[in-house]
C-alpha cells in the first residue's frame, strides 16, 4: 500500500491519498482543538491512544454487524480505512446529561436518561456546526430519509455494545459524537474516530473524568487520562 498525496489536513487528522483510489489512510495528530477551533493545545501521545482505541473500538462495532471504514491499522499513527464521502451530521448519542445539553437546557451534569437520545448538528466549521433536526437536514438535502433511519439505527446499536464494553471497565459511557459515510455504492459505514476526543468518558467509581473534557476546562492531568482511559480498554480487551 503505497501512500500518495496529503488529501486534507483537519484538526486533529491528516488523510492521505493512496494507490488504491477506495482507501485513504488516515494519520492522527497531537493536536487538541475545542469551542470550533478557539482553543488550541497538544496533548503528547494523543494521537497514537486516539488511533488504537478507534481501531479496537470499530473492530468491535464490526462484530456487533454495524459496518465500519476500518480496514488494518499500519503504524501507531496510521490506519488504512475506506474512502467514503462524508455525510455532513455530527450524530451525538447521550446517555447522561453533560456538554451543550446541560447548558442548552440549563441541568446540571450526570442525570441518567431512562432512554438515551439522539441529534444530529450541521458539520460545518463556518457556522459553528449548528444544532439541526431530521426535517432540516432533508431539506438541505444532507442526507436521504434512508439513510438517516439507517444512521439512526446503527448509532443507537454503537450505543449499546460501547456502553456495554466500557461498562466492563469500569468506564460510563455519557455521551459521544459518530460520523457516517456513504462508499462508493451508497453504502452507509460508519466512519472517522471512537476515542476520548469524541466520547465523555467517567470512572463508573468516582466519576473522574478520562476524556477531553480535561483540556477543554483546564482541568489538568490531561495526558495522564489518556493513558488511563487507553490501559482501561487494554486491559479488558482479550479479543
Ligand atoms: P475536522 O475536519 O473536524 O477538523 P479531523 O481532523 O478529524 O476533523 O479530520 C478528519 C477528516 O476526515 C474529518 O473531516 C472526517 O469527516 C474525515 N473522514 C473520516 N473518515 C473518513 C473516511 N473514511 N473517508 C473520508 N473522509 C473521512
Ligand atoms: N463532540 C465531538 N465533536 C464536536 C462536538 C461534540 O466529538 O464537534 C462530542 C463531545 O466530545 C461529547 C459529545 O460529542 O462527547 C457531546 O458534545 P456536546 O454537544 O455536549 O458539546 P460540547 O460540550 O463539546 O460543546
Not at 204 to 216: A, E, I, P, V
Request: with cysteine; hydrophobic share 40%.
Amino acid at each position: 500500500m503505497e501512500q500518495l498525496e496529503q488529501v486534507y489536513e483537519g484538526k486533529a487528522k491528516k488523510v492521505f491519498r493512496t494507490d488504491d483510489p477506495a482507501l485513504y489512510i488516515v494519520e492522527y495528530k497531537d493536536d487538541a482543538t475545542a469551542f470550533n477551533g478557539l482553543k488550541k493545545g497538544t496533548i503528547a501521545g494523543k494521537g497514537v491512544i486516539n488511533n488504537q482505541m478507534t481501531n479496537r473500538l470499530m473492530a468491535k462495532m464490526e462484530k456487533a454487524g454495524i459496518p465500519t471504514h476500518f480496514v488494518r491499522e499500519l503504524s501507531p499513527r496510521q490506519t488504512l480505512v475506506k474512502k467514503v464521502s462524508i455525510v455532513p451530521l455530527e450524530v451525538i448519542i447521550r446517555n447522561i446529561s453533560a456538554g451543550s445539553f446541560a447548558k442548552r437546557y440549563g441541568v446540571e451534569e450526570g442525570i441518567v436518561f431512562d432512554q438515551p437520545t439522539i441529534e444530529f448538528s450541521y458539520k460545518n466549521d463556518a457556522l459553528g456546526d449548528p444544532l439541526i433536526n431530521s426535517y432540516h437536514a432533508l431539506a438541505l438535502k444532507l442526507a436521504t430519509a434512508e439513510e438517516l433511519d439507517t444512521i439512526r439505527r446503527y448509532a443507537f446499536a454503537v450505543n449499546d455494545t460501547l456502553k456495554a464494553f466500557w461498562a466492563e471497565c469500569g468506564v460510563t459511557l455519557v455521551d459521544f459524537k459518530l460520523e457516517f459515510g456513504r462508499l462508493e455504492d451508497g453504502t452507509i459505514v460508519l466512519a472517522d474516530e471512537i476515542s476520548p476526543d469524541t466520547c465523555r468518558l467517567w470512572d463508573s467509581k468516582t466519576q473522574k473524568k478520562l476524556d477531553k473534557d480535561r483540556f477543554r476546562r483546564d482541568l489538568g492531568g490531561v495526558e495522564d487520562a489518556y493513558q488511563e482511559i487507553m490501559e482501561r480498554l487494554l486491559c479488558h480487551d482479550a479479543d
